[in-house]
């Protein structure tokens, strides 16, 4: 049949290009899109909301507590910022403390990835008996405030004999209910039954199924829960100051002892809280591209 002898939904199916719309859709699939100069100017006002409180902080901390006090404030940096750094430095004993959070803050994060990943597995993909129970009363944990536990926990801890010592604030913090239903959610629809079953019938043991088909198809999760509960382990407050002193501290209770005193530094403080940020910002700056890589990859898969 020749271009002549279509007819006129033909013809205007074909197009002026000679091309089918599914045959323009798929030509148009591998294009990148752009977004318009809106879009830009948005996406800077936001980045520099987000970033005004962590300027201020950098620029609180490079002046003294007299510039601080006058009105207008200081609205660009000034000459003491490595003077007060090791100040807070010093007067908090950052060394340790930025050893123990890293220390603590590893672990909690390893041992939530870890557990919430293989417990995720066993509520979405394994049957056993009184699991949609169990399954709701880990949900269940999650609607009791945290404070409550505080008094128990404490004195359960003092009976082992762990008084500030680092395993009183990873133990209660290395599974994580919230973990474990992320996770499950996430390899409800992330990891089909079949490769499961494929895997057992071509004779994997449990563990190689976990190692080599649950672990794969959950990395993109594990990296986003990772991210999470490292932030979460490195900035709790509440229960380190509990469990530990200014001998073994944590960086925020480290930090907490910047702000004690008759008159605190102010500048001091603002260069202990940037001290303890920047380790943040330097997990982001390294695993921020592998963390956004592997939720585009499991969105693609999905």
Known sequence: MTTSELTLPQAKEKGAGGRSPGRRRMLGAGKQLHAGPVTYV????LALVSLAPLLWTAIAASRNDQRLAQSPPPLWFGGNLFKNLEAAWDQAGLGTAMVNSTIVAGTITFGTVLFSTLAGFAFAKLRFRFSSTLLLLTIGTMMIPPQLAVVPLYLWMSDLGWSNQLQTVILPTVVS????????????QALPTELIEAAR???????????HVVFPAARP?????????????????LWPIIALNQQNPTVQVALFSLGTGYIPDQSVIMAGALLGTLPLLIAFLLFGKQIVGGIMQGAIKG
Do not use: C, H, I, K
Not at 42 to 45: E, K, M, T
């Open 42 to 45: 948005v996406l800077a006002v």
């Open 201 to 211: 019938v071509d004779g994997a043991s449990s563990l190689r199924v976990v190692w």
């Open 221 to 237: 999760a594990m990296a986003v829960l990772g991210l999470l509960t490292f932030v979460m382990a490195w900035n709790d407050f």
């Open 177 to 188: 209910a919230f973990g474990t239903f992320f996770m499950r959610q996430y390899l409800v």
